[in-house]
C-alpha cells in the first residue's frame, strides 16, 4: 500500500476511524519524495538505531525500515497503533510504542532497543512541541545525527548566525553542540490535512566537543539574559539578569575586558564571544 497516496490513505484511516488531530500536530504526508529523501539524508545504515517520533500511518517509519539497523517508534496517538500494526507490522527491525516523546525516558529506550548501534534521530516532527523536543534531545547527549522536519521560520531560528534577526538563545544552544544545517524545503502541498507554512528539514550533526570550553551553565543563563531583552545593549540586559549579583560597573568592566564596545548588543556575539564573557563574568562573580 502507497501511504503516501491520498486514495489509499482515506480508506485506511476511514476504516480505522481516525480523525486527524491539530492538537497533536498531525499533518501526514503525502509526497512519496519527501519519506523517501528526509531517510536517504538521515544517512541511517545497518550501524544506526533510528529514533522517529510520531510515526503517524509509517510513511517515514517505512524508508528507515529499509535502511536502519534499527527503528524505534514512539507514537502518542493510541488510535495510530492499529494502523501502524497494519503498515509496519511485517518490519522485524521496527519497534512503536505508544509513548510521548516528552515524558519518554530517552536513555533507557536507547540501552533496551540500540544496543551496538549508533543512535540518531529522524523524524516529521509535530510543530506545536519543535523547541521542547529539540531541547530534550539535545539535552541528552545521545544522539549522533538528528534529521527532522519543522517549520520553516523555525529551521532558520535553529541555523540563524549572529546579527540576524533570527539569530537568538534557542539557535546559540542547539550550535553549542551539534553543527546545523538546512537540506531542503517542503510545500504545504506535500502534507494533509495542509499546514498554512511552508516546512524545512534539518540535519544536526553531534560536534565532537561543544563550540566553546567554558562554564556551560553560567553561559547559557548569560545567553538568556542577553536575548530576554534583545534590543537593550548588552550591559542593560545583563545587569537586569545578574541583579543582585553584579554591579552594572562590573558588567560594563567584564564587557570592556572581552574588548567589545559599551553598547553591544547580545544579538551580534558569536558563541566564542559570549563564551569569553562568560569567564569574564565567572571571575567577577568569585
Ligand atoms: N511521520 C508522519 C508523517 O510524516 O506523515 C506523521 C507526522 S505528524 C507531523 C506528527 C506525528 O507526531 C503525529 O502522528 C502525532 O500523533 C505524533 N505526536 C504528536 N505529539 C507527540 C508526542 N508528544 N510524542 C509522540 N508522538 C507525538
Not at 501526514?28 to 533510528?50: T, Y
Not at 530517552?106 to 529539540?134: D, K, M, Q, R, W
Not at 549579583?245 to 556575539?269: D, M, W
Amino acid at each position: 500500500m502507497e501511504l503516501t497516496d491520498l486514495k489509499a490513505l482515506t480508506p485506511l484511516l476511514e476504516r480505522h476511524g481516525f480523525h486527524f488531530s491539530k492538537a497533536k500536530g498531525q499533518n501526514f504526508l503525502i509526497a512519496s519524495w519527501v519519506p523517501e529523501r528526509v531517510a536517504e539524508e538521515s544517512g541511517a545504515d545497518e550501524k544506526a538505531g533510528v529514533l522517529e517520533i510520531g510515526p503517524g500511518v509509517g510513511c517515514l517509519t517505512r524508508e528507515l525500515a529499509k535502511r536502519a539497523g534499527k527503528v524505534l517508534a514512539l507514537e502518542i496517538d493510541a488510535r495510530l497503533m492499529p494502523v501502524l500494526a497494519e503498515t509496519v507490522g511485517e518490519y522485524e527491525n521496527v519497534t512503536v510504542l505508544n509513548e510521548d516523546v516528552l515524558g519518554a525516558d530517552l536513555g533507557s529506550l536507547v540501552g533496551e532497543h540500540f544496543a551496538g548501534l549508533s543512535p540518531a534521530v529522524c523524524a516529521n516532527l509535530p510543530y506545536n512541541i519543535t523547541s521542547p523536543v529539540l531541547t530534550k534531545l539535545i539535552g541528552s547527549g545521545l544522539f549522533g545525527t538528528i534529521t527532522v522536519m519543522i517549520q520553516r521560520e523555525v529551521a532558520r531560528r535553529v541555523c540563524a548566525g549572529p546579527g540576524t534577526a533570527d539569530y537568538g538563545a534557542f539557535g546559540i544552544l542547539v550550535d553549542f553542540y551539534y553543527h546545523t544545517r538546512i537540506l531542503f524545503d517542503v510545500p504545504p502541498d506535500c502534507f494533509e490535512p495542509r499546514p498554512k507554512v511552508t516546512s524545512s528539514v534539518i540535519r544536526l550533526e553531534k560536534r565532537d566537543r561543544p563550540a566553546a570550553d567554558t562554564d556551560e551553565k553560567l553561559f547559557f543563563r548569560l545567553v538568556r539574559a542577553a536575548f530576554n531583552q534583545r534590543r537593550k545593549t548588552l550591559v542593560n540586559a545583563l545587569s537586569s539578569g545578574f541583579s543582585g549579583r553584579l554591579e552594572k560597573a562590573q558588567i560594563a568592566r567584564c564587557i570592556a575586558a572581552c574588548g567589545f564596545s559599551e553598547t553591544v548588543r547580545g544579538e551580534t556575539l558569536s558563541i566564542r564571544e559570549f563564551a569569553a564573557l562568560t569567564d569574564e563574568i565567572g571571575r567577577a562573580l568569585k
